[in-house]
């Protein structure tokens, strides 16, 4: 390393020739240090900031979508018609880029647990035989296949049978 510059004042006459620099020689080793921690694809910090984001716009997204359809249809509103393509259009780049908003209503939970929701409440329901997702209040959604938000729902169970679990099944 102290050859090129050297070689390079060579170039010129000796009384102009300037003696190559000490540098400490712990340089390296910082420099090395922060061209990795400027090279990192993204801070964690940030990632979580924007996965915080991505979660937000598409649970705001999905109550738009439920706000607009006709109620316990997949067919939007009369007067929502022209405004719900756009919505529509917004959830399909969602799709693409990796994003799924998942709805749970309707869902039968399944005996013993198996799905990662966040429950809020139970609330008994006659003519129903098993414990089914009465509602959705937050979707749960996934990044490249990955869980960003866990759901939250309240749970019907059969009027009968009080007992439930808590929080989580």
Known sequence: MKLIPSIRQLAYPKEFRIDALAWPPELPAALEQLVSIYSAPTPPAQDS?????????GTGLWRLRQK???????QPLE????AYRHLES?????????IKIQD???ELVPEGGGLKLKVLAYQPLAGIARKQVQETIKPTIYYKDQMIQMGEVIVSIPEENNSHDQNNY
């Open 49 to 57: 900031v924007q996965i915080g984001i991505l979660a937000d716009v």
């Open 68 to 74: 607009m359809l006709q109620p316990g249809t997949e």
């Open 79 to 82: 007067e929502m018609r022209r």
């Open 90 to 98: 917004t959830l399909g780049a969602l799709d693409r880029a990796d």
């Open 104 to 106: 749970h209503t309707g």
